[in-house]
């Protein structure tokens, strides 16, 4: 059992309803592809995205965050974590993400999960211009695939958050990526 399984099983099995979860990350490119490089199911974590008000509807109608504290103090001996939950506005996505979310299917009982759309992937491999996420963005290039045109139209419409930072990190990567990618 990969960890990224082993985390949603363990948060999956004690949920008392129903929960919607988008993941990213490399747990969403391991679960969410078929045939991924090895070394995505050898991720710690898991990481999703929230739209604007999940958190707060999460807390009033299930025991969520509870569970996602109990798990995290179950692996934390592995260094195992889902810690990692960002609003929409904290992450570069396309204004429309929800709608092209894919559904990643599993023996789920109560998560009901996906993984970003193609185009959000990537967009939010882009975030930080780090060699890595860099190599997560062409992977999802070649296996989605994406051609020169959707990548420049999901670079032109993304919502960056307003944060400095965020900022220059994805328009030096955008630039950077733009210049190499060779796209079928």
Partial sequence: MTNAVKLLA?????LSGKVEL???????????????PPDYALSRDVDAVMWVGQAE??????NFWS??????????????????FFEESQVVLTPDWRSKRVPIHWRWLNLELSRL?????????LMR???????????IV????LDQDQIRRAIRDARVPPVPEITEQFERCSRRFLQVVRTP
């Fill in 117 to 125: 759309g193609n185009e959000d992937l990537f967009l939010s491999k």
């Fill in 142 to 145: 070649k296996t989605a695939p």
């Fill in 67 to 84: 569970v996602i504290e109990q798990v995290n103090a179950l692996f934390s001996d592995q260094e195992l974590y889902i810690s990692h």
């Fill in 129 to 139: 211009d780090d060699p890595i996420d860099r190599l997560d963005a062409m992977f």
């Fill in 10 to 14: 363990a948060v999956d099995e004690r």
């Fill in 22 to 36: 988008t993941l990213y990350g490399r747990a969403a490119l391991h679960l969410g592809f078929p045939h991924p």
């Fill in 57 to 62: 509807e999460l807390l009033e109608r299930t």
